[in-house]
C-alpha cells in the first residue's frame, strides 16, 4: 500500500495553547456535545490545503518539487482562527472544528490553486470531496454518530492569527486508535521582504 498524503499548514504551539484552552472550557459547558467524543490529539492539529490519497515515491518526489516551486513564488500568509463549531456546515455535526476567516481562506486558496495546478500538469491529482472555494478548518474533535446538537458555535472575541514558516507535505495512517499523521517535508515559504 501506498503512503496517503496531503498538503498541510502546521499549528505554532502558541495556538495550539489557546486552542485547548477554549475546547477545554467548550467540553466542560457542553458536555452533552461532547459525549463519546473522539478528541484529537494535539500533535495532530494542521489546516488541510489538499488531501491527494496514495502516492508513489516517484510521485511524492513530484510533490515535494511543485510544493517547493509554490512556496517559494508565495510569501507565507497570515491565517486567522476566528470561531469554533460543530461540522461539516449543513450536514448533522460528525466534527468539532475551528475555523479560519475569510481573509485568511482567500490567502490560503491561491496557495492551494497553485499547488494542484502544479501537479495536474504532472498527472497528480486531489483525491475526495472538492469544494468550489477553500474553507480552512483544524479538526478538534470526531462526534459519535447520530449527534443531534447543531449549530453549536464560539466566535472568539480575539482571533488567534499566526504566520506559518513553511508548507507542510504530510502522511496520514488510519490506525484502531484512528488517523495518525507525519510530517514527510516542510518546504519554507518565500520570505517576506
Not at 467524543?37 to 490545503?49: G, K, N, P, V
Not at 456546515?89 to 490560503?108: I, S
Not at 513553511?166 to 518546504?187: F, H, P, R, V, W
Request: net charge negative.
Amino acid at each position: 500500500m501506498e503512503p496517503r498524503i496531503f498538503i498541510a499548514i502546521d499549528i505554532p504551539e502558541a495556538v495550539r495553547a489557546e486552542l485547548r484552552k477554549i475546547i477545554k472550557g467548550d467540553t466542560e459547558a457542553n458536555n452533552e456535545l461532547y459525549a463519546n467524543a473522539r478528541m484529537m490529539d494535539e500533535e495532530s492539529w494542521h489546516i488541510t490545503l489538499a488531501f491527494l490519497g496514495e502516492k508513489s515515491k516517484e510521485q511524492i518526489a513530484t510533490i515535494e518539487q511543485v510544493l517547493h516551486k509554490v512556496a517559494m513564488a508565495t510569501p507565507a500568509p497570515e491565517i486567522a482562527i476566528r470561531t469554533v463549531t460543530t461540522a461539516p456546515p449543513q450536514r448533522p455535526p460528525r466534527m468539532v472544528w475551528a475555523t479560519t476567516t475569510t481573509e485568511t481562506n482567500l490567502a490560503l486558496g491561491p496557495i492551494k490553486d497553485a499547488a494542484i495546478k502544479g501537479l495536474a500538469a504532472h498527472d497528480i491529482r486531489q483525491e475526495g470531496e472538492v469544494f468550489p472555494s477553500y474553507h480552512g478548518h483544524i479538526t478538534l474533535a470526531r462526534l459519535p454518530e447520530g449527534r443531534r446538537i447543531a449549530d453549536h458555535i464560539i466566535s472568539l472575541p480575539n482571533a488567534l492569527v499566526f504566520q506559518p514558516r513553511t508548507i507542510d507535505l504530510m502522511e496520514t495512517n488510519l490506525e484502531s486508535s484512528g488517523a495518525k499523521y507525519k510530517t514527510l517535508k516542510s518546504i519554507d515559504f518565500k520570505p517576506s521582504v
